[in-house]
């Protein structure tokens, strides 16, 4: 991790498209502007761990529902063969 010393103001560069201003500092809060262009995702990291958390979830949960689905895939299938 690079830890970098900014005073408000200040700003730091990340590439070529995204720059973070200092834009205040008070006893325990920093105040960041984020500059960057519209279709990069910016998130605060618990926002970002949510986010995460919940696509790990609906993924379970598609996989528990999967086996019915699939019974009705072979139930259709064996239909299609007896029209035959």
């Not at 790990?56 to 035959?84: C, F, M, V, W």
Request: hydrophobic letters at 35%; charged letters at 35%.
């Amino acid at each position: 991790m690079l830890i970098l010393t900014r005073k408000e103001n200040q700003k730091i560069r990340i590439g070529n498209n995204i720059i973070l201003n200092i834009v205040s500092i008070s006893d325990n809060h920093v105040k960041i502007g984020i500059e960057a262009e519209k279709d990069i995702a910016i998130f605060r990291e618990e926002v970002y761990q949510q986010i995460i958390e919940n696509n790990k979830n609906s993924t379970t949960k598609l996989k528990n529902e999967l086996p019915e689905n699939l019974k009705l895939l072979k139930i259709n299938k064996i239909k299609k063969d007896d029209k035959k």
